[in-house]
């Protein structure tokens, strides 16, 4: 499997890391300075070095009760940012965004895919992936991230968000998205309680038997906290490797880390298992 990026393909033979680039400053007037452009340089030169094949560039905080953000706010923090990292890496650069001002401005500035947490639900979010023709993830979400948390409620989950994931991969390839541009994501922490995430996770095989790449996102999430009773979101790395090892293992072709360096490492060990099985 591979996917077709505008200057370059990405082999996904092997899962392939997408280091986390936050640009959620607390101000909004900090959106664009210097301080700004030059932490996130710094921040992906170091995520290059340890070993991302990807940088995924977000402006919205989607994390559980986390505020809107407007998209004139959103585009003011992400677009200097992809027009500052595409002028100095070659890396791959993903949006995460579901607002298509950003999708289109950030393709124009030099990114190559869109990441979108509501899976290109926002009106004319859809035709405008299509016509960028770039590679794109849908990710499952019960609620926003406002409410997600809740009371999040399902009969079946790893049904529920197959069949979403599915409707919508098929949406995207009736507006015209090439099979092989499209990521599915079953959405950790999104509306899912601990059990709901846990058993996605062990339903993964069935997530990637699809004729679709997967990608997963659990670094530092609740659902690593709460089974190693850990608050802090930095105190949760190691536990957070394992459970993205346990994802590898289970078919996953992207994961979506903070911790670059300690997931590089974990899939080599991986990489070192698969060999030997062809010995
Ligand atoms: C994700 C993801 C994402 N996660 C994709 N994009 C976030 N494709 C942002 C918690 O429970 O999994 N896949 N973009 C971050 N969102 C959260 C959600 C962060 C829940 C933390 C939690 O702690």
Redesign the pocket.
């Known amino acids: 499997m591979q996917l077709q990026l505008k200057h370059q393909t990405l082999d996904l033979s092997r899962p392939q890391i997408m280091g986390?680039l936050n640009v959620t400053p607390d101000s909004f007037s900090d959106g664009g300075t210097y301080t700004t452009i030059s932490a996130a340089v710094d921040h992906c030169a170091r995520m290059l070095k340890e070993g991302a094949d990807i940088i995924?560039i977000?402006g919205e905080?989607?994390?559980?009760y986390a505020p809107k953000v407007s998209p004139e706010e959103e585009l003011a923090r992400v677009i200097p940012v992809v027009e500052a990292l595409r002028q100095r890496f070659a890396v791959p650069l993903s949006l995460?965004t579901s607002t298509v001002q950003v999708m289109t401005a950030g393709i124009a500035a030099g990114a190559d895919m869109i990441?979108?947490?509501r899976a290109l639900s926002r009106p004319g979010a859809l035709e405008a992936a299509a016509a960028l023709q770039v590679p794109v993830?849908l990710?499952h979400m019960q609620g926003t991230?406002q409410s997600m948390?809740v009371k999040p409620h399902y009969d079946n989950v790893v049904a529920e968000v197959l069949a979403f994931l599915k409707a919508r991969a098929h949406a995207c390839e009736r507006a015209g998205i090439k099979r092989e541009n499209i990521i599915l994501?079953p959405?950790?922490?999104?509306g899912k309680s601990v059990r709901d995430n846990y058993a996605l996770l062990n339903a993964l095989p069935q997530f990637a038997t699809l004729p679709y790449a997967l990608?997963?996102?659990?670094s530092?999430?609740?659902?690593i906290?709460a089974v190693i009773h850990e608050n802090d979101?930095k105190a949760r790395v190691n536990a957070s490797a394992a459970a993205a090892m346990l994802c590898a293992e289970r078919g996953a072709h992207i994961l979506?880390v903070h911790d670059v360096k300690v997931t590089a490492q974990m899939l080599a060990v991986l990489q070192a298992v698969k060999e030997a099985a062809c010995y």
């Open positions: 986390i995924d977000g905080s989607t994390r559980p995460d990441n979108d947490i993830c990710m991230p948390q994501d959405g950790f922490g999104f990608l997963i996102g659990l530092r999430k609740s659902m906290g979101p979506r």
